[in-house]
């Protein structure tokens, strides 16, 4: 009996390790980022006040999974779900805690959230959740010493001194320093330091989150996010807000699997929102190079941070040429939500918008990235293992290969035409090459060379005739009620097979349940009597 429980302890910690996702498998995704409280609401009535909550919950999300679908994200980022100060400020945004251990109610219950994670998984998608290990929520102004109503972390020995950063390049004060004046609490402090890493395991154990983003990284030390990446068990990303890349990439490895590609992000915005010289982009992979893995860094040109790409260039054609190039370049692809249906927002809270009643799966935006997402999906690791090697750059063009897929973009502009040769490829003479975003544009590689005649500023996708076939050009229709995916038969049989380990381990009096303060179910391992 004793030989048996233990094969099953073995079995349920294989089957449970199994269930997080590292690294490398995150570069098959490509993720769509929701702000929780503006993503869908239930409501068809917009959103009023910017500034505070929305309506946004996870059953909405839940009830908009197909138009996520349908654009082709494999995976989404949901913001952080503690429980919010709301004052003096309200915390729709999910970055100012005060009670870690409960679940924002704004946003929904504890079951609405597993919910969520059960019905994504169902369908393929990942979840990524934001974390915040930086800080607590508002305090009453004035009563900078008050930290009574925080829980757990309620009283001042859990927090640096009171002081502001005021000088980023001073990486001591940013790390000890309050950020917006939050409270900055301190991880060499061991209650608080044990605090998060047991809440970010237990909290991904306890929902299936498959990775995290983590909010405001530099401001804590290095070793700290060693640790608590490790406890969370799955990929982790870092939100390293600097455009320096020797600085940016010091935080991959040493702290978090990966970050946000800010450096890359300011070198596309000067490229594509700005038309300086589309040289930035050259200049922007060259830079990559100090990155210990660049295939998993987070490539965007939207978020929750930073004025939307369409406030400052409203050139649609200008947009689709840098999603095009943030889908194929290397790196996993980020897609903000409202970018779909042309969202033109400026600084916080404008470029936070509440995406309903604009759910319109006919727009042309929403059905380009849809078309370009889903062949990236669809080309699997033979593109997204492939390296990226630039072809042709100029200061109004550039073009690069993954495997056998060719990007062309320009930031020309609507109205603008241009041709170029291409005589650094990876194609062979005679290989016809069509163009994913009009079928009827092809062309064919002769004595080693092939044109690309750019016309209205649109970006083009080339690959060979043999990859563009029907299966991977036309997307697969909407799982049905009748329907099965294998991704949910295997769900369900591993599902099976840990609910019966347990069973036999809790029979055989190797495992118990107990409640824990903070209110989780802990299981507890026992030694087993022969």
């Known amino acids: 009996m004793k030989s048996i429980l233990l094969v099953s302890y073995v079995l349920l910690l294989a089957i449970t390790a199994a269930r997080g996702k590292s690294a490398d498998e995150w570069k098959s995704r490509v993720i769509y ?23 946004g919950t996870f059953q909405g999300i839940i009830q908009k999974l197909d138009y996520i679908q349908g654009l082709g994200a494999n995976a989404i980022w949901i913001s952080p779900i503690p429980e919010q100060t709301d004052t003096p400020d309200e915390g729709y945004h999910g970055y100012w805690q005060k009670n870690i251990f409960k679940v924002n109610s ?48 309620n009283k001042s020995e859990y927090y640096h001194p009171y002081c502001l950063i005021t000088d980023f390049n001073d990486q001591h004060q940013v790390e000890v320093c309050r950020l917006a004046n939050l409270p900055d609490l301190d991880q060499s402090n061991s209650f608080v330091r044990s605090t998060l890493e047991s809440w970010v395991h237990d909290t991904v154990s306890k929902y299936g989150f498959d990775g995290i983003r983590v909010d405001t990284t530099p401001e804590v030390p290095k070793n700290f996010w060693a640790e608590y990446s490790k406890s969370a068990g799955v990929f982790s990303i870092g939100e390293v807000f600097n455009g320096n890349p020797q600085y940016v990439a010091g935080y991959q490895g040493s ?74 370049a290397e790196g996993i692809p980020i897609i903000y939500y409202g970018t779909e249906q042309g969202f033109s927002g400026g600084n916080d809270p404008n470029d936070r918008e509440a995406l309903w009643p604009n759910y319109n799966t006919d727009s ?6 849809s078309t370009v997402v889903k062949f990236r999906v669809q080309q699997g690791s033979s593109l997204y293992e492939a390296e990226q090697i630039e072809r042709y750059v100029d200061d109004q063009f550039f073009a690069f290969t993954r495997g056998e897929v060719f990007v062309a973009t320009t930031n020309l502009g609507s109205g603008q035409s241009l041709s170029r040769t291409i005589t650094y490829h990876p194609y062979s003479s005679g290989t016809e090459l069509v ?31 043999s990859e563009l076939d029907a299966e991977k050009v036309v997307p697969a229709k909407p799982r049905t009620e009748g329907g099965t995916s294998a991704g949910v038969v295997v769900a369900a049989v591993l599902s099976s097979l840990v609910g019966a380990v347990i069973v036999a381990m809790v029979i055989g009096g190797i495992i118990v349940w107990r409640r824990r303060k903070n209110g989780y179910l802990s299981l507890d391992l026992q030694v087993a009597r022969s």
Request: hydrophobic fraction near 35%.
């Open 435 to 465: 163009n994913l975003l009009d079928s009827s544009d092809k062309v064919t590689v002769n004595n080693g060379q092939f044109e690309v005649n750019i016309q209205n500023g649109q970006p083009k996708v080339y690959s060979p005739v």
């Open 33 to 55: 980022q929701i702000l929780t409280d503006r993503f869908a609401s239930g409501s068809s009535t917009p959103c009023s006040d910017l500034h505070k909550y929305c309506g």
């Open 255 to 328: 702290a978090l699997d990966s970050t946000l590609n800010y450096p890359m992000y300011y070198k596309l915005y000067n490229a594509f929102q700005e038309k300086q010289t589309m040289r930035n982009i050259h200049d922007g992979v060259e830079q990559n190079s100090v990155f210990p893995d660049v295939s998993i860094l987070g490539n965007f040109l939207d978020n929750h941070d930073n004025p939307r790409f369409l406030h400052n260039n409203g050139d649609w054609s200008t947009l689709k040429n840098a999603l095009a190039y943030i889908v194929f």
């Open 106 to 153: 704004h946003f929904g219950t504890e079951d609405d959230l597993k919910q969520l994670v059960d019905a994504c998984h169902s369908r393929g998608i990942w979840v990524m959740l934001d974390v915040v290990g930086n800080h607590m929520g508002n305090q009453r102004y004035g009563d900078w010493n008050n930290f009574t109503f925080f829980v757990p972390f």
């Open 364 to 369: 042309d935006l929403y059905k380009f990235i």
